[in-house]
């Protein structure tokens, strides 16, 4: 077997000796990777929250480097201001009303923002977070979604045609009824298995 050379050797080793970590391994312990915006146009705005510090950095950290890996330019973690909630509880009652409990409940917040992404890959990013969501921590996501000029005239359009569809099956409800419901109902009490049965005597169940 022929030997491996000496530089590929060195370069598996770090400065002491030790066999070196491999690139995926030593990314873990390095800051996200981020790409840059170029045009700054924001797609989403992803907010986490949770009670316990750890867990709501832990999950940022795991959103920005899925962002990365979709090629999405994020920002982030803002620190957000905190939510902060008190409650007076007694303790008991009657004479010792006056021995009351209070409890206090804080809630952190990170904001992560997402610019010029593609709508379907910011989707993907946020099903990803979903599918993959860290015990402890909620997310908020507001997403932008951009069109040309002119898309409220798109809209009535699109407004008409929708009522076409519907009409005809929202003519069946309410007190509104047309001459087809009306015809339908005096061919119902006009066939002969509606006289049987309204001849029949009752039974009980």
Not at 17 to 41: F, H, T
Not at 101 to 110: A, G, P, S, V, Y
Not at 115 to 138: N, T
Not at 175 to 184: A, F, I, M
């Amino acid at each position: 077997m022929a030997e491996a050379p000496e530089s590929s050797i060195k370069q598996a080793e770090g400065e002491h000796g030790d066999p070196r970590l491999p690139r995926s391994v030593q990314a873990v312990y390095l800051k996200p990777l981020r790409r840059q915006a170029k045009y700054g146009v924001p797609s989403c705005d992803l907010q986490l929250r949770s009670y316990n510090v750890r867990n709501v950095d832990f999950f940022a950290d795991f959103a920005l480097r899925a962002a990365y890996y979709l090629k999405l330019p994020a920002s982030g973690p803002i620190p957000l201001p905190r939510i902060t909630e008190r409650w007076t509880v007694p303790r008991s009652n009657f004479v010792h009303k006056k021995s009351q409990e209070n409890f206090q409940r804080i809630t952190l917040r990170r904001l992560i923002q997402i610019q010029d992404g593609h709508p379907e890959i910011v989707e993907i990013w946020l099903a990803f977070l979903k599918k993959h969501a860290y015990y402890g921590v909620g997310m908020k996501a507001n997403l932008y979604e951009h069109a040309n000029l002119g898309v409220g005239k798109t809209m009535d359009v699109s407004l008409e045609n929708l009522k076409q569809v519907l009409e005809p099956k929202w003519a069946h409800f309410g007190r509104k009824k047309n001459l087809d419901t009306s015809e339908k109902v005096v061919e119902l009490l006009s066939s002969e298995r509606f006289r049987h049965t309204a001849d029949a005597p009752l039974t009980r169940m």
